[in-house]
């Protein structure tokens, strides 16, 4: 297809350029393995031009006029809203995402870049008193300078604006690195944009490649001062070591294992729905979604019938299908990884109330429930469409058994009373938890970010703004200070 094709490049210093490296990454459409386009990979060598650019550029933009930058936002907003319709089908062929889940990742987008327009004002100096006569003390909030953005294949566009809007709004450049599965929604379309946009070359550049090429020059290149890192605990843990030996500031938005609570005061059928949504939107390759779900077990009979009904419904197929709620996982490696874990927790002792089959990377949802209580399944990120069920008798329990878990993202609680559901809410080690809706959220003012190996830092409002920019301060002597030698 020539839309992928025509951005399966490099991006450096407002240049496409074929990339340096020793092979190609083959970009396939997950659900029919289409071939969309094949990309060299970028060099080590275009690592280095990639940030060299970036730090050229981005000492200009820094003295750019706020005003003048917030102008590039808005015109970035106005392409997306205009090109809406060829990004979802983007999101649909390259991500194997459902035209819902698509949707959803554009809209969110768009609010981001709404953001990023005020975010370019956003940034305030203080004068704050001194104990020393004489003395005024300014504090300067300044852009870090240059940013490495490493993105994940699930979210791709969104989670890739959600750093790279921010960043440049204010005063910033960017290297982006998209997944190797999403290189064109990820990366190519997203340097599209701005450039059309108008942003001056060398401020956003993207970096087609993969460790087994680059090794860590992304990370550990002398020229970024904040990476922005989206993906497993397992890398992210790597990410955090490299950085932090190279003195560097790290963001990192790592796996999740959401509980979703069902009290026994809650509303079922919206409970039911609501976890439904929260354990399938995009097969479950969400690292907010619901992994487990616990109910009371005054509830659990009908909540467990309600909700086996429900699933039983969900359609699996082809994601340009708009009837289609589970379209395909990313790719083989996945498909066969869950469908193992899967076996593995029948040997254990699950009961599958719900047996999806798996055919090619399509996965048909599975409900399991009786997992034995010391499995390590309940501690594990399930990366697709399989959802365990665990009862519990009060709240007490309930709070034990969603903190019984090295991870803390997201996490939600269903009952009647919202108070009840706050109090239980502070209880969880969560870096975010919903009252009576979804585990999956993300608006652009709210904190986002985990506990635990959940993460590191947080992005969104007044959090992009401490992850991008660095304090700076100026005291200035109006007298004469007297020195003691």
Request: proline content about 5%.
């Amino acid at each position: 297809m020539s839309f992928f094709s025509d951005l399966a490049y490099q991006y450096i210093d407002g240049e496409w350029r074929v990339g340096s490296g020793s092979w190609d990454i083959i970009d396939f459409n997950p659900y029919d393995q289409e071939k969309l386009a094949s990309v060299t990979v970028a060099g080590v060598d275009q690592v280095d031009e990639a940030y060299r650019a970036a730090e050229r550029a981005q000492r200009e933009w820094a003295r750019t006029n706020p005003y003048s930058r917030r102008l590039i936002f808005e015109n970035a907003l106005r392409i997306v809203q205009e090109r809406e319709n060829d990004i979802i089908e983007a999101i649909v062929v390259e991500l194997g995402g459902t035209r819902l889940k698509a949707s959803y990742e554009v809209r969110t987008a768009q609010e981001f870049l709404r953001e990023a327009v005020q975010l370019a004002l956003r940034p305030e100096g203080r004068i704050v008193p001194s104990p020393v006569d004489g003395k005024e003390n300014r504090v300067y909030r300044l852009p870090v300078g240059v940013i490495g953005v490493i993105s994940p294949y699930n979210f791709p566009f969104l989670v890739t604006l959600k750093s790279v809007a921010p960043a440049l709004a204010l005063g910033n450049a960017v290297v982006v690195k998209p997944n190797q599965n999403t290189p064109v929604v990820g990366g190519g379309l997203i340097a599209k944009i701005f450039e059309d946009a108008g942003l001056p070359a060398g401020l956003l550049n993207v970096l087609i490649t993969d460790i087994a090429e680059i090794g860590d020059a992304l990370i550990e290149h002398p020229v970024p001062r904040v990476i922005s890192f989206t993906g497993s605990d397992k890398v992210g843990r790597h990410v955090a070591a490299v950085t932090a030996g190279h003195f560097k500031r790290a963001v990192l938005e790592l796996s999740g294992n959401s509980a979703l609570i069902v009290l026994d005061d809650a509303d079922i059928d919206y409970a039911v729905d609501a976890a439904v949504f929260s354990r399938f939107v995009y097969q479950g390759q969400v690292c907010m979604a619901a992994n487990r779900v616990l109910v009371d077990r005054r509830v659990e009979a009908e909540f467990t019938e309600k909700f086996v009904a429900k699933v039983k419904k969900l359609r699996t197929g082809d994601p340009r299908d708009p009837d289609t709620h589970i379209g395909p996982l990313i790719n083989s490696f996945q498909a066969d990884a869950l469908t193992a874990l899967v076996e593995r927790a029948i040997a254990e002792g699950a009961t599958p109330l719900v047996r999806g089959r798996t055919q090619g990377n399509l996965v048909e949802p599975t409900v399991l429930s009786g997992l034995p209580a010391d499995s390590a399944l309940y501690a594990q990120e399930i990366f697709g469409p399989v959802v365990l069920l665990r009862s519990f008798d009060g709240e007490d329990e309930a709070v034990r058994l969603a903190n019984d878990s090295p991870y803390g993202l997201s996490g939600a609680v269903h009952t009647g009373n919202v108070e009840r559901g706050a109090r239980v809410a502070q209880r969880i080690e969560t870096g975010m938890i919903h009252i009576n809706d979804s585990t999956v959220h993300d608006e652009p003012l709210v904190a986002f970010g985990g506990e635990k190996a959940s993460g590191v830092g947080r992005l969104n409002g007044d959090s992009t703004v401490d992850a991008f920019t660095t304090q700076k301060w100026v005291s200035i002597q109006h007298e004469r200070t007297l020195f003691p030698f």
